[in-house]
């Protein structure tokens, strides 16, 4: 096959038993029509995977047979050559409308495609099955059969795999509802090695594909750095008359500053979802849902973000002074929630009992009346409580299978955020870019260095497999 040339896959099979939803899952195309009524693929149509603009590699849907016995008897019947077959196939059918869905099948892989048939493997055998089999056979294209158990059952798998060690040249066990980046890769790998001459042109598209992917957690990464720099060099400004209102002022100022971070926060997380081609995907927020309470709630703070032992040293690692800290905290908002979800105060982990959050300033005006800053919030919990939330859902975003199509819920298990697992050093870096991101003097070294290690981290949050039962 020329290297330059597109690999074109057919997707095959029975109506419903996951063709569309292994298309929709590989080429990561959301839009994809899916259904659980059979037949609702009526035409061919090819999905590509495109990585800059670049088209890498076509997938091609296509209906189930229409008529497989009289098109196994037509081509064991067939006299020329092996390559001629599929094209004469398509030549002698092409108007017949009994053998339409064959026509729609074949056409887009005549001139040397390869076939990737699915089976809802958690069925028995029938003989349709093995007389489609054979038909992808005499084809002498690379193929590969994808087992695909919609039910989970394995009763039939060995019976499976025996008739597919005869017919094909590999066998997968592909979930397109589950699917993780590793499966997908491992899939675009299997199809390098099916055929020799498929091999230079499907290691580039695995190159390409393995690159993309680790763009995209660098991509991640800068919108979370751009996030959490805002958030935390957030404030608000209002004047009052008479000192008497500034107190009231600074409630009002205090829940504006709540609406920018949780407006910021949502922009951040619709970023991350179009980084990775989820247009339909909208997180179901359930009562239990830790993202579905307030950023600033009591509960949320619970549940992420570090320990005091863990604070503690990060402030050791990263340099935190203890009169920079206190004197931040002592001009804070007073919040009643916050009793018991304490501040750091140095590398001796003091856990302070009280309820200081955000920095606050009350000044006069030269021309009478006062000017009242709320922000940024100080506590050195709340950078770790934000990045725990662009973490839960990033996993969930980043290992969400194109092909699903449900409301995906966020459960609550009283977990720990992500951050609390991450090694120390990594943990102080991050401390040390909250530093000076509350002053606004964050380095260019400083940041991309920060952007290195949470791209790390997001990497390795999507080679795990998506398990909803722990989901925060």
Known sequence: MNPDRI????????????????????????????????????????????????????????????????????????????????????????????????????????????????????????????????????????????????????????????????????????????????????????????????????????????????????????????????ALAMHRTGTCRDKSESEALREKLFLTLKDAVAAREHQTFAQIRAIFRHRRLRPLLTAQSILDKDIFAAQTWQVLGLTSGQLAAVGALAGAGVGVLADALAHGLSLGAFAGLGGLLGAGAVLWQGDRLVKTRVAGLRLGGFRVTVGPVVNQQFPFVLLDRFLIHYRHVVNWAHARREEPPLLAEGKQGPTSTWPSETRALVGRFFAAARKGSVQAGLQEAFQEALARELETVSMRELDERVLL
Request: charged share 30%; hydrophobic share 40%.
């Open 7 to 230: 690999p074109v896959f057919a997707i095959i099979g029975h109506p419903n038993e996951g063709k569309s939803s292994v298309v929709s899952t590989l080429v990561e195309d959301d839009a994809v029509p899916i259904s659980a009524v059979p037949g609702e693929t009526r035409y061919s149509r090819a999905y590509p995977i495109t990585v800059d603009d670049k088209e890498l590699i076509r997938f091609v849907d296509t209906p189930g047979f229409q008529n497989p016995t009289e098109t196994l008897a037509w081509m064991q019947a067939f006299p020329g050559p092996p390559q001629d077959l599929l094209r004469e196939f398509v030549e002698a059918h092409r108007w017949n409308p009994d053998f339409r869905d064959e026509c729609e099948i074949f056409y887009p892989i005549m001139d040397r495609g390869g076939l990737i048939h699915v089976v809802d493997a958690s069925r028995p055998l029938r003989r349709t099955d093995r007389v489609e089999m054979e038909i992808l056979r005499l084809t002498g294209l690379p193929r590969m059969a994808i087992l695909n158990a919609k039910t989970g059952e394995e009763e039939f798998l060995s019976e499976w795999r025996a008739e597919f060690r005869r017919h094909f040249n590999m066998t997968k066990s592909f979930n397109p509802m589950r699917a993780t980046f590793a499966e997908r890769l491992e899939l675009l790998e299997g199809l390098r090695t099916i055929d020799e001459d498929w091999a230079p042109a499907l290691s580039g598209v695995v190159e390409a594909f393995r690159a993309d992917w680790a763009g995209r957690h660098r991509a991640a990464a800068r919108v979370a750095v751009s996030y959490l720099k805002a």
